[in-house]
T-cell receptor
Framework: DSGVTQTPKHLITATGQRVTLRCSPR?????VYWYQQSLDQGLQFLIQ???????AKGNILERFSAQQFPDLHSELNLSSLELGDSALYFCASSTTGTDANTGELFFGEGSRLTVL | DQQVKQNSPSLSVQEGRISILNCDYT??????FLWYKKYPAEGPTFLISISSIKDKNEDGRFTVFLNKSAKHLSLHIVPSQPGDSAVYFCAAAYTGGFKTIFGAGTRLFVKA
């Protein structure tokens, strides 16, 4: 158990809909990262937050947005869903997040999104 | 732009033999490299890492080698065990970069 909690574990929805994925980081971790893993693909970095502030952005679509709340949990919002958005979405947390971004990441079990 | 590449989607090894997983990177700013292991229905878990100031780091059966001039690293597992069967991700980061970049992963099968 990594200590990172993601909900829901599975989600099935239709094209055009909007969903929200939730992540609770490990106790004490200030950084939250979101990654997308499509079929047979690696982990694509989407976005990182540190203590409520966005710190880095990857290949995140404009239809996707995220935020980190004062209690440090994070939500990833996916809107106008398309078939190609079907993927595993992982959240990870770490203690660092400023200029020492070389620490280990602790991953949740992922949220599997299926868009029909 | 794939900055971290794992060109072998899969690898099959006999139990007791050495497994060698390879990874190449393109960004010379990377100064820290990590390997993660992932079992089905679980999130990736950290396995071993290496800083760019080193060329080798060992942890039990796992050794990571870094060749900076070739922008190449490898993970050696000796001896391989059936429980090592998993997907292995190579990852890289650089100080101040705020993000860790992952490769596509290599699926390792260790046959008993």
């Amino acid at each position: 158990d990594s200590g990172v909690t993601q909900t829901p574990k599975h989600l099935i929805t239709a094209t055009g809909q909007r969903v929200t994925l939730r992540c609770s980081p490990r106790s004490g971790d200030l950084s939250v990262y979101w990654y997308q893993q499509s079929l047979d693909q690696g982990l694509q970095f989407l976005i990182q937050y540190y203590n409520g502030e966005e710190r880095a952005k990857g290949n995140i679509l404009e239809r996707f947005s995220a935020q980190q709340f004062p209690d440090l949990h994070s939500e990833l919002n996916l809107s106008s869903l398309e078939l190609g958005d079907s993927a595993l979405y992982f959240c990870a947390s770490s203690t660092t997040g400023t200029d020492a971004n070389t620490g280990e990441l602790f991953f949740g079990e992922g949220s599997r999104l299926t868009v029909l | 732009d794939q900055q971290v590449k794992q060109n072998s989607p899969s690898l099959s090894v006999q139990e007791g033999r050495i497994s060698i997983l390879n990874c190449d990177y393109t960004n010379s700013m990377f100064d820290y490299f990590l390997w993660y292991k992932k079992y089905p229905a679980e999130g990736p878990t950290f396995l071993i890492s290496i800083s760019s100031i080193k060329d080798k780091n060992e942890d039990g059966r796992f050794t990571v080698f870094l060749n900076k001039s070739a922008k190449h690293l490898s993970l050696h597992i000796v001896p391989s065990q059936p429980g090592d069967s998993a997907v292995y991700f190579c990852a890289a980061a650089y100080t101040g970069g705020f993000k860790t970049i992952f490769g596509a992963g290599t699926r390792l099968f260790v046959k008993a």
